[in-house]
């Protein structure tokens, strides 16, 4: 029943956004949509205002990156219709060139959502208020989410009792490199631990 209402949905959305919606499905419950990055703010207007749906609560925006891809961000808007009971996910293609149109206008929650996306993968959005980073410090090189960004970071922070201040520096490991050998368990390491001997003697009588 709740799927069916999910489809009609999407078909009607489909019909009335045709130029902006690329893809829609209902999938784990949820419709989604696949938006043009240009009219992502038009939709979400749409959606807010349009008495079918009144998705008035915007709960998240977050992110996704693939690599792999020409655009490697996916930037994903769920959002919440209290009237309906329903639930959409609305997801645009972006990259770290061109940016994303703002929605902090139609939806002000949008504000530190955006600055976060921001600040962790480095989409920018176009027309924000006061795009800054919001979660990492000042100073702080990259972006902390991004799948090619290294574990170790790239600085390091310290008090230092000599200035009397926070001071960065580059990363330094402190021990050599270590090859440790982490094999899948079903398939077994390659090496005799204690106790593997019992495995090659027969049955004890």
């Not at 020409?70 to 919440?80: A, I, K, N, T, W």
Request: aromatic content about 12%; proline content about 6%.
């Amino acid at each position: 029943m709740i799927e069916e209402k999910l489809r009609e949905l999407g078909a009607y959305l489909a019909a009335s956004q045709d130029a902006a919606i690329e893809h829609w499905a209902v999938e784990f419950g949820e419709l989604n949509l696949r938006v043009d990055r240009d009219q992502i703010a038009n939709v979400l207007r749409y959606l807010r205002d349009e008495p079918r749906c009144q998705f008035a609560m915007l709960i998240d925006i977050c992110g996704a990156d693939y690599p792999g891809r020409p655009r490697r961000f996916d930037v994903v808007y769920h959002l919440l219709s209290l009237t309906l009971n329903q639930r959409i996910r609305v997801t645009v293609e972006a990259d770290d060139s061109v940016p994303v149109p703002s929605v902090v206008g139609i939806f002000p929650s949008a504000n530190w959502y955006e600055r976060e996306a921001f600040d962790l993968y480095g989409v920018l959005f176009s027309g924000h208020p006061d795009l800054r980073r919001l979660l990492t410090d000042y100073g702080f090189q990259g972006h902390p989410l991004r799948k090619d960004f290294p574990l170790t970071g790239f600085v390091e922070v310290r008090y230092s009792e000599e200035q009397k201040r926070v001071i960065y520096e580059p990363v330094k490991l402190q021990q050599e490199f270590r090859n440790f050998d982490f094999l899948s368990p079903w398939e077994g390491a390659d090496y005799n631990l204690p106790g593997d001997e019992k495995a090659s003697q027969g049955p004890t009588t």
